[in-house]
């Protein structure tokens, strides 16, 4: 593949910003004394920060890599991924949910849970998230290895090897506050370098006008420039984007993804951590056209050369942004994108790997090894990011032969636990009936559900496949109808029981007690 050819401005622009992000990370650690200050930054980031730390959590290499292949694969649907996905379920996590979460001094999700209903319904899902943060971390390093050869004609695993690198060092010495800290740094960064993608994208084809003429003129792309799709598309009908995307995929992310809440629990109040969300919020609705558009402006470019996506083979999807930016970005434009692909990477790395530290500490590490000291439990941690950055690597190869892009890889990942993690979350705070027999049962019926659609395509052959957002629609169904089937005929806990853990049930404080 053509690669790009950086000269010394170049250079020196990615220099910079590494050495910055690496730099701040390790003049974080002079704060870093106990677990607390690891995993929540000691309760002491400021909203702004924060509310750039959700942005690129969110955003980062999988989504630029990603988005810009579907976005040349399917148009602008992909944009509901932030229109219908985001706007409202993080609004909904900033003035309903959070404030449980924070109210009840948890660390991470699966410890609500636990507190809530008992502790086999925590560890379950922080192996499920332990599982699932170690694949998103081989998509990332995928990411990262597909733009490398690109941008610098590095191997796969060169590219993965200094990638990780990079990210593991101050991961792994400043822990939450160095993460979200270079985050904010890499969150301007990242909305520069898409920018720069998608202006001179268009003024090298005319316009939105000649990417409209372009993309129309295409024997399979009908349905291209529509946001809503026919109801029998085989990937996004529109009835899958509303019920699946909207009402499950988007909301179980934003209120019960790992990466995410942690954030918003190490800042320095609910007030703050709310404002943070509502920031998110208005950061992130220039991304779908940030991250979208360049697929089109792809399409419209490189159709000769890419052809048809129904007839591709492995892995060239995940090319569509790398050749984009080879054909298109002058010297130090060029260096500046570099930097944005680089934050993207670093962004999205440092959030899981910290995330995933604090979880299998909090859930999985503390119940069976407990009563040692915070010193402990604070090194272990730090040793974790090391550990999860080797199985993510070795996730990486093994991502790019099965998914059509890494996009759709993280989305599918997700659909094996999100609409059972929803249904659980909801269940759990805005009722008091639901017991921890029905969790029990709602969780494993729900999981049981994805894992079955998913399994279709492998016994029936690839024409069989179910979309994932109908597997998160229906998993999330699932789990609703047997937890609540199940806390009919089962006895729940008293009150006193789910104090402070269910919205209708005040704290001590609030009642007066």
Known sequence: METAQLQYLDMALVAIYLATVVGVGIWLTRGVKTSQDYFLAGKTLPWWAVGMSLVVSDIGAKDMIGLAADGYRYGLVMMNFDFIGCAFPVLAAAFLFMPFLWIAGVYTVPEYLGRRYNGAVRTFFALLWACFMMGTVGTILVSAAVMFEALL?????WSVGVTAVVVGVFTTTGGLKAVVLTDAISCVVLIVGAALICILGLQHVGGWEGVQTTVSQLDWTSHHLHLVLPADHPVFPWPAVLLGLGFVLG????IGNQAIVQRTLGAGSQNQARASYVFCAVLKLFFPVLLVLPGLIGLALLHEQLGDPSQWTEGVANRVLPLLVVKLLPTGVLGIVVGAFLAGVVANLDSY???????VIT?????????RTDAHYLRAGQALV???LLVGIAFARIIQPVFGSVFEAFQTFMTFFQGPLLALLLLGMLTRRTTSSGALVGMLLGVGTAVALHSVRFVLGAEYTVSYLWVAWWSFVAA????????????PYDEERLRGLVCW?????ESGS
Request: net charge neutral; no cysteine; hydrophobic share 50%.
């Open 153 to 157: 004609g590095w191997n796969f695993w």
């Open 480 to 491: 609703v109808t047997g937890a609540v089937v199940v806390s009919l005929f089962t006895r």
């Open 251 to 254: 909301p179980a992310y934003w």
């Open 363 to 371: 859930d999985l590490y503390r119940p069976l090894v407990p009563d």
């Open 386 to 388: 090391v550990v999860f």
């Open 353 to 359: 790997i910290n995330s995933a530290s604090t979880l």
């Open 505 to 509: 049930i005040p704290t001590r404080e």
